[in-house]
């Protein structure tokens, strides 16, 4: 198939699996094309049966807010007349959605596909100014998937249950994302314990909620915590790591290549977020054969089933005693890290995830 993916380039979860997404079916003899407005982070250059499609919006004095969503539904439009385009998937609604309808409603019959992500939902999706548009993409789109079950019924909380939604889960490759030869802290000189977390710190990630979690655990334990990723709360987080006296112990490493050998060091991972329909970084922690401590929200415990543990939200207490509770048993945390393994590879695995979205193009091409 020549398929188009539109997404946003940003390290967030949704491009992060758009472009996997474009890698994984490329690799299985698709012709893919993404567009975006800048080159997504995961997407090397050179991969044979990618191609990248930058939307350029003009600045104009008059426009304050350049219209990028007109931009985008012209330059799908370009790219299907080019490429022969035979469907386009776009993750997250906002405002990608709105484009592929205006594409089609300009250029006649065009097919789309659009993965609700979580924020396109639950805060964007729900705003009274996006609210109407959203669900009229969603009502246009040719599929709409979610990917969790959590995001599916919040999906139908909100626009009132009128599209039918796939829940079709987010994937790693869990061959890049594999245990790496960290030995137990037990056999370590230090026993030092390496918590990690890794988001684009915005505020819904609660990164200050970590790190008080984390002070706590580094009272009891030899412990660091490893901080990957970058964002508008960076400087909060650390202004409470220094107000909570661990500054030397927490380490800011910023966005990184190769986050799969980062978390492949660590014990275990630590989220606080509000909100997370998924947790996509989670997910390639378990490939890694880390634990994970989180927030008991959204979509969260679908992915962990019981490898983790889950705290009330608001509660870096209660994520703190989960965290000590895990590590301070050598067996309870090897039991937890093969589990979470077994997890990854048996239900989120790539090639598993890419075959649903597959058996969702060939239904909405109406080619079984
Ligand atoms: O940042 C993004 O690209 C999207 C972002 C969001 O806030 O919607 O992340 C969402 O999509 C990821 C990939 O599907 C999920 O793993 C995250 O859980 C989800 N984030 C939230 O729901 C807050």
């Not at 990248?52 to 790219?79: C, G, I, K, N, S």
């Not at 705290?311 to 890290?337: S, V």
């Amino acid at each position: 198939m020549r398929i188009g993916i539109v997404c946003y380039p940003t390290v967030g979860g949704s491009g992060v699996v758009a472009t996997e997404m474009a890698l994984a079916l490329a690799r299985r003899g698709h012709d893919v094309h993404l567009l975006s407005y800048d080159r997504p982070a995961r997407l090397r250059r050179g991969v044979p049966g990618v191609r990248f499609h930058q939307v350029a919006v003009t600045a104009y004095p008059l426009f304050r807010y350049p219209p990028y969503d007109l931009a985008l539904a012209t330059r799908m439009l370009e790219v299907r007349e080019e490429a022969g385009i035979d469907l386009f998937h776009v993750h997250y609604a906002i405002p990608h959605a709105v484009s592929a309808f205006l594409a089609r409603s300009m250029g006649g019959d065009l097919k789309f596909v659009t993965t609700l992500h979580g924020t396109d939902i639950t805060v964007v999706g729900s705003d009274r100014a996006y609210l109407r548009p959203t669900r009229f993409a969603l009502e246009q789109s040719d599929a709409v998937t979610a990917v969790s079950h959590y995001l599916a019924d919040e999906t139908h909380l909100v626009f009132g249950g009128r599209t039918p939604v796939d829940v079709v889960p987010n994937f790693v490759d869990t061959e890049r994302f594999r245990p790496g030869d960290r030995r137990p802290w037990a056999q370590r000189a230090d026993e030092e314990r390496i918590l990690v977390h890794a988001s684009n710190f915005r505020p819904v990630k609660r990164v200050a909620d970590v790190v008080r979690a984390f002070a706590i655990v580094r009272k009891e334990l030899p412990a660091r915590l490893v901080l990957v990723g970058d964002g508008p709360d960076r400087e909060h987080a650390l202004a409470v790591a220094a107000d909570l006296g661990c500054q030397d112990r927490v380490e800011q490493v910023g966005m990184q290549d190769d986050l799969d050998r980062t978390l492949a060091q660590a014990d275990l991972f630590l989220s606080a977020s509000e909100t997370e329909s998924f947790g996509l970084s989670m997910l390639e922690a378990m490939a890694c054969g880390v634990p994970c401590v989180s927030t008991a929200v959204g979509g969260v415990a679908e992915v962990l089933g019981n490898t983790g543990r889950l705290a009330p939200f608001g509660e870096p207490q209660a994520l703190a005693k989960a965290a000590l509770a895990i590590l301070r048993d050598p067996a309870l945390h090897g039991q937890l890290a093969a589990a979470a393994r077994q997890r990854a590879v048996e239900h989120f695995g790539t090639e598993r995830i890419v075959s649903a979205y597959e058996a969702i193009y060939a239904r909405v091409l109406g080619r079984p």
